[in-house]
């Protein structure tokens, strides 16, 4: 069971005693505010990765040669730095680091070393969570009374920064984005402003996609509606102003529907038409009348998806592409895939910037050559198989690259 606490990282010694208060910072080899690059080269790539509503993120490595898996969080405003460690199993052989404490060791062993706990908590299945006053440690004995958990937090750390606080940290382009989405235009809110969902960023881009002087912010976000697009453009221009570029990016074929993303065909805010005969100019002109009166149309290859949402301008979504098979001609049944990670720059031997998106096993990269007057795109996509070893790209490069499960830095390189 994992043990969500809020709480920025910082880094500092393996055992600290501060104001009578003792703090554990490193487990398993690895200490909290070390670089989460490191993470990788040591322990190969994660079993699971994600990001969690409040925008902290997680990597989950199971290990099973070893009977443990460890978990890493990472907080917001400080993703790059390990903030809590997880070790869990049953080997009582693995030496975890702490003070000779050992996975399934006796409860009345753990009280010997660390004395009674402040706290106990019914977790159900998994037992009971111990917690100690003053300290940034807490262990789970499951139903046998063994100890089966062991959790440090950057539980000595300043307070989190508000919001704003973090808002403010961020890239210029960035605060102006934020601040035009709170005020402006919300992508979520069907009905009343009662129903609006937080906007949730994964990550973003920050280029001029297609060099005409106007800067492109792409954000990667996680949609509350499985009919929204996981990649979100925006433009601000020379004087400041921050408009929605109208077509968005969903790449990947869609996956069948999980309980992950709610539905807007169920406020009876969407609908879907069928087209009896797709044709590329008609179906663009339906979707440009569509767009005029605020709906948003996700083209699929053989009927559309029309929504209807509160202060929004309408928005488009190409899943002409797509070969998923819809036996239904709705997307009642589907939901948009969802990215691992994304990175902008140059290809090698290639003229101009892409956009790159990892996407189940492959890499979607986009060639935008112009953002028409609409908002549509006119762009170009090639597909290629996701590199071996792939863990996640690497940002801020002049030129599209990547990091391996070994820790080296590779080019995307597209043949």
Known sequence: MIVRILILTASLLAF???????T??????????????SIVPQLGKPSKADVFDDGFEYEYYLLPKKKIDVYFEFAVGNTEKIWSIQVSGTDTTVDIGLQGVRLGMDRARVEAVFGPPSKKKDIGQYGQQWMYNNTNYSFEINPK?????IKITDDFSPPAPSAQDVVSSLPKEIQQVVHYIRKQEYLELFGDSSHAYQFRPRGWEITDIDNDGITEVFFLIYPHFAQTAPIQIYQIQKNGTVTRVKESLAPGNPVARTDEYLDSHNGGYAADLTIEKPDKETNRKLAEMSMKFGTTVLEFPNFF?????????GGYIDLSYSNYSYANPSCENIQLAKPLGMASGELKAKSGKYLAVAVDTEIWIYKIKRIDEMGFLDKELT?????KG??????????????????????VEVK
């Open 383 to 387: 597909i290629i198989p996701l590199p």
């Open 145 to 149: 009374g063994k100890l089966s958990s």
């Open 24 to 37: 554990i910072t490193e487990l398993y080899g690895f200490k909290l505010g070390q670089a989460r690059e």
């Open 305 to 313: 998806h029309t929504d209807d949402r509160m202060d929004n301008g």
């Open 16 to 22: 600290v005693t501060a104001s009578g208060q003792k």
């Open 390 to 411: 792939f863990f996640g790209f690497k940002s801020g490069e002049k030129t599209l690259s990547y990091l391996n499960n070994k820790g080296a830095i590779l080019p």
